[in-house]
């Protein structure tokens, strides 16, 4: 009876495993692809191998990325069991930042699980890094200046020029400590907020104008309330 119940058991796990592996079957040897730290407007390519370790032609019906900054394209539609095929990804960093990660879903035609995930993911450093990236004044009694003061950092290889477009509302006033930056140099914004208004909330932006091809202008948002004076007691 032993004997009978273990050749049993090993023979449903047989089938059990052969059911498992039976039809097409997506398998990515590396499905997460970590690019390291790239330059914003750098162009990330990368292929992904994607192999069919089933026993039926796998067929991808579609590609789906989280954003249009990442494009899937060149890949085969069907895939013969045992053999490989190459999906290339493109994300595009321009006007990104800091951290990423993207997704990329395939929809097949796999069971159980017709959908599989890829990833890439990584660091985009600033050509022109501005810290903080808002210049918030909080609240600031009406009558007085405040100053705030941010950070431009050059992470590019080249020496930029700088120049201050003066913000539309006369309210603010911005300027640089220096005009040009070395690689790896960094400049002073100054911002100065005059609150001689009724106008309780400023939403603003200022702008930095360079020659640096790929960042044109550095665009400043900047956040301002009034403390109005309490009115007299009647």
């Keep these: 009876m032993t004997?009978?119940?273990?050749?049993?058991?090993?023979?449903?796990?047989?089938?059990l495993a052969a059911a498992a592996w039976a039809g097409p079957h997506v398998a990515v040897e590396a499905p997460v692809y970590d690019f390291g730290t790239v330059l914003q407007g750098d162009k990330v390519v990368h292929r992904f191998v994607v192999k069919n370790t089933g026993d039926a032609t796998l067929e991808i019906h579609k590609v789906?990325?989280?954003?249009?900054?990442?494009?899937?394209?060149?890949?085969?539609?069907?895939i013969a069991p045992g053999e490989s095929g190459e999906l290339t990804v493109t994300?595009?960093?321009s006007h990104k930042r800091g951290r990423q990660v993207k997704g990329i879903t395939l929809f097949t035609n796999a069971e159980p699980s017709p959908?599989?995930?890829?990833?890439?993911?990584?660091?985009?450093?600033?050509?022109?890094?501005?810290?903080?990236?808002?210049?918030?004044?909080?609240?600031?009694?009406?009558?007085?200046?405040?100053?705030?003061?941010?950070?431009?950092?050059?992470?590019?290889d080249r020496e930029v020029h700088l120049t201050v477009a003066e913000p539309a509302?006369?309210?603010?006033?911005?300027?640089?400590?220096?005009?040009?930056?070395?690689?790896?140099?960094?400049a002073k914004v100054k911002i100065a907020?005059?609150?001689?208004?009724e106008r309780p909330v400023f939403a603003n932006l200022a702008e930095i104008r360079t020659d640096l091809p790929r960042v044109p202008v550095v665009t400043i948002r900047i956040l301002a309330?009034?403390?109005?004076p309490k009115p007299e007691a009647g």
């Design 3 to 15: 004997l009978f119940r273990t050749l049993a058991l090993g023979l449903a796990a047989t089938l």
């Design 64 to 78: 789906k990325t989280t954003c249009g900054c990442t494009v899937a394209r060149d890949y085969p539609r069907e």
């Design 91 to 93: 994300f595009d960093t």
């Design 115 to 156: 959908q599989y995930v890829l990833q890439v993911k990584g660091v985009v450093r600033e050509l022109l890094a501005l810290s903080p990236v808002v210049c918030n004044f909080g609240t600031v009694p009406q009558g007085q200046t405040a100053v705030r003061e941010l950070t431009l950092t050059n992470n590019s």
């Design 169 to 186: 509302d006369a309210h603010f006033k911005v300027s640089l400590d220096q005009a040009s930056l070395a690689p790896g140099a960094s």
């Design 193 to 197: 907020f005059t609150a001689t208004t």
């Design 225 to 228: 309330r009034v403390q109005l």
